[in-house]
T-cell receptor, first 113, second 112 residues
Framework: GAVVSQHPSRVICKSGTSVKIECRSLDFQATTMFWYRQFPKQSLMLMAT?????????EQGVEKDKFLINHASLTLSTLTVTSAHPEDSSFYIC?????????FGPGTRLTVT | EDQVTQSPEALRLQEGESSSLNCSYT??????LFWYRQDPGKGPEFLFT???AGEEKEKERLKATLTKKESFLHITAPKPEDSATYLCAVAPRSYNTDKLIFGTGTRLQVFP
């Protein structure tokens, strides 16, 4: 149980374009989902908390107009990186909360050229 | 300030050589402490949740313990497939959500 999927697993895009990443809880409903970013050999950095049916809460220093989050249902949250630049290249990981525990997706490797 | 520190940063073990990983934390009230395993290029895999001092949980060769200031992840007779980065995270009571503060992890390598 408690399986979380992400799509796509890898994406390469050109600078200035937008990229959408999907996060789904497959066997449970998640009122709250989280989006993280991870740089090589570093720990996870929380970007935002996503609540179903309401606006996301962004961490300090995270641009909400650049990283658009939509939590349209209890099983789906999306992160859209708008006008991506090479510095946005990173490993993006989502998690979904079930019974106060967070279960993580497999991650999405974004490369902006 | 809420903080999580893991040590050592890296650990190399011979197969069968037991050891412990440490997670020290400073939080204004602990809602829960979590251990995850992360393989390269993948998302963290949930291992344990500990809620109160004195609590212990086991899974195969892993055992997690919790005190008021730190948690240990004991690895008994490790195998090469236990090689991974082990992450510790805490959920402070002061937050109005269940967001986690992560440590920087311990990279474990087990050699045959």
């Amino acid at each position: 149980g408690a399986v979380v999927s992400q799509h796509p697993s890898r994406v390469i895009c050109k600078s200035g374009t937008s990229v959408k990443i999907e996060c789904r809880s497959l066997d449970f409903q998640a009122t709250t989902m989280f989006w993280y970013r991870q740089f090589p050999k570093q720990s996870l950095m929380l970007m935002a908390t996503s609540n179903e049916g309401s606006k996301a809460t962004y961490e300090q220093g995270v641009e909400k107009d650049k990283f658009l989050i939509n939590h349209a249902s209890l099983t789906l949250s999306t992160l859209t990186v708008t006008s991506a630049h090479p510095e946005d290249s990173s490993f993006y990981i989502c998690s979904a909360e079930s019974s106060y525990e967070q279960y993580f997706g497999p991650g999405t490797r974004l490369t902006v050229t | 300030e809420d903080q999580v520190t893991q040590s050592p940063e890296a650990l190399r073990l011979q197969e069968g050589e037991s050891s412990s990983l440490n997670c020290s934390y400073t939080v204004s009230g602990l809602r829960g402490l979590f251990w995850y395993r992360q393989d390269p290029g993948k998302g963290p895999e949930f291992l344990f949740t500990l809620y109160s001092a004195g609590e212990e949980k086991e899974k195969e060769r892993l055992k997690a313990t919790l005190t008021k200031k730190e948690s240990f992840l004991h690895i008994t007779a490790p195998k090469p497939e236990d090689s991974a980065t082990y992450l510790c995270a805490v959920a402070p009571r002061s937050y109005n959500t269940d967001k986690l503060i992560f440590g920087t992890g311990t990279r474990l390598q087990v050699f045959p």
